[in-house]
């Protein structure tokens, strides 16, 4: 698979949400961090990843790929994530 040849700084390009509010979360290897996105917030993430990509020639512009696909292009090993459970639909489950 191929990798991106710069390194794009993402960070400094995303307004990150409440982690109480959060529906994905990510883990930063190399800096020890978390971010928190909303579903929309993520969403954009991937968009300009994806725009990153097609721009460097690394993936054909229109093709369908999977989120994890696209974050593995971009970082490789060194982000991990994963979608957050709503607080709300906890509260929701445990007093049901």
Request: net charge negative; aromatic share 12%; with cysteine.
């Amino acid at each position: 698979m191929p990798y991106a040849t710069t390194v794009l700084n993402h960070k400094a390009k995303n307004v990150y949400t409440d982690p109480a509010t959060a529906e994905v979360v990510t883990f930063d290897i190399a800096d020890g961090t978390f971010e928190y996105y909303s579903a929309d917030q993520w969403d954009s993430y991937i968009a300009q990843c994806e725009s990153e990509l097609v721009g460097e020639g690394l993936i054909e512009d229109g093709h369908d790929y999977a989120p994890e696909d696209i974050i593995d292009m971009i970082h490789g090993d060194e982000l991990f994530w994963d979608i957050v459970p709503l607080l709300a639909e906890k509260v929701l489950t445990c007093s049901s």
